[in-house]
Nanobody, 120 residues
Framework: QVQLVESGGGLVQAGGSLRLSCAASGSIFSIKRMGWYRQAPGKQRELVVTIISGGSTNYADSAKGRFTISRDNAKNTVYLQMNSLKPEDTAAYYC??????????????WGQGTQVTVSS
């Protein structure tokens, strides 16, 4: 029904930057909320940041001041600019979307995950 395709992960040194992208496609009428979660080995998946269609954001404390989310509603795409990366940011990053489908049903979509590795 709805697919999320992520890109932009990789290996970076501590203090460096990465930009993640996530594009949604499929039977989309509208997207209420998009965002990013992450999961490190042996840990639970945790919120990084979300953004609603009107632009309001919700950042985890660990992301405040270093990460910036933005959204292109026309392209159903969300971006995550990550600066001043730390080794503890190492994780698989998952895109998330709360979608209203063309059938007017609610659908929660997850991306396949993109790995971010920060070396010290």
């Amino acid at each position: 029904q709805v697919q999320l395709v992520e890109s932009g992960g990789g290996l970076v040194q501590a203090g460096g930057s990465l930009r993640l992208s996530c594009a949604a496609s499929g039977s989309i009428f509208s997207i209420k909320r998009m965002g990013w979660y992450r999961q490190a080995p042996g840990k639970q998946r945790e919120l990084v940041v979300t953004i609603i269609s009107g632009g309001s954001t919700n950042y985890a404390d660990s992301a405040k001041g270093r990460f910036t989310i933005s959204r292109d509603n026309a392209k159903n795409t969300v971006y995550l600019q990550m600066n001043s990366l730390k080794p503890e940011d190492t994780a698989a990053y998952y895109c998330y979307a709360e979608v209203i489908t063309t059938a007017r049903s609610q659908f929660i979509a997850w991306g396949q995950g993109t790995q971010v590795t920060v070396s010290s």
